[in-house]
């Protein structure tokens, strides 16, 4: 009888004909030769990557993003099922892919500039509905590398700097207006009080260093 060791970081699916399949734990296993089939699993985390791809936004703009998704097989049982004809790391892979474009399509070119993160939860949530399809856990999903057209992207960075500018403009008049209510001010106080005159008049001497000059004459006359 063939022997077969599996690692603390695995375990072994034992499919038989006509039998319940069987889970081996860790160690070293004796198995039967004919009629059975021995799928190893690995439960370390694992990284699919969804190569970059062109969608269409529901605008009509084709941008091209890609996405990642780590997971671990935590019901090896489970895993095997759903991926007895087929790779489970390809069926994960069409799933993502699917949703990727799904969320992509349902989202304007220009909210996607202001959404990636939750463009990301979103796909994450979506993610999960494959835990118990294919008996995993989803560590990780999001969508990464969103990227425009050259002729939009100018655009954009042309918004952009449109925006910048009108805060500048918007914060000089600020400024300016406050500029003006504070002379305004200044004016009224003087107006008023013509002793002002005087004190400021003291007060650009001491500043500037100079000297001044009283006339006493006038001073005696009074």
């Avoid at 375990?11 to 069987?22: D, E, F, I």
Wanted: glycine share 6%; aromatic share 4%.
């Amino acid at each position: 009888m063939p022997k077969i060791y599996v690692q603390d970081t695995e375990r072994a699916v034992v499919l038989r004909s006509g039998a319940q399949p069987m889970i081996l734990p860790p160690g070293t296993h004796r198995i039967k030769k004919s009629g059975e089939r021995v799928t190893m699993i690995d439960l370390r985390p694992t990284l699919v990557r969804i190569a970059g791809q062109e969608t269409l936004t529901a605008d009509g703009v084709s941008v091209r993003c890609g996405a990642t998704v780590t997971y671990k097989i935590t019901d090896p049982l489970g895993w095997t099922n759903a991926s007895r004809d087929n790779s489970g790391e390809e069926l994960l892979y069409l799933d993502a892919q699917l949703a990727m474009r799904d969320l992509i399509a349902a989202a304007d070119a220009t909210a996607l500039l202001s959404t990636r993160t939750e463009m990301s939860k979103a796909f994450a949530e979506q993610m999960a509905h494959a835990e118990q399809a294919y008996g995993i856990t989803v560590v990780n999903a999001q969508i990464r590398d969103i990227s425009f057209p050259g002729d939009l992207r100018t655009k954009f960075a042309q918004v952009a700097l449109a925006k910048q500018e009108s805060a500048a403009a918007l914060e000089r008049a600020r400024g300016e207006q406050a500029t003006l209510r504070s002379l305004a001010n200044a004016a009224r106080q003087l107006e008023s009080n013509p002793q002002l005159h005087q004190l400021r008049a003291l007060i650009a001497l001491e500043r500037g260093g100079g000297q001044l000059v009283i006339n006493t004459s006038e001073s005696k006359a009074n």
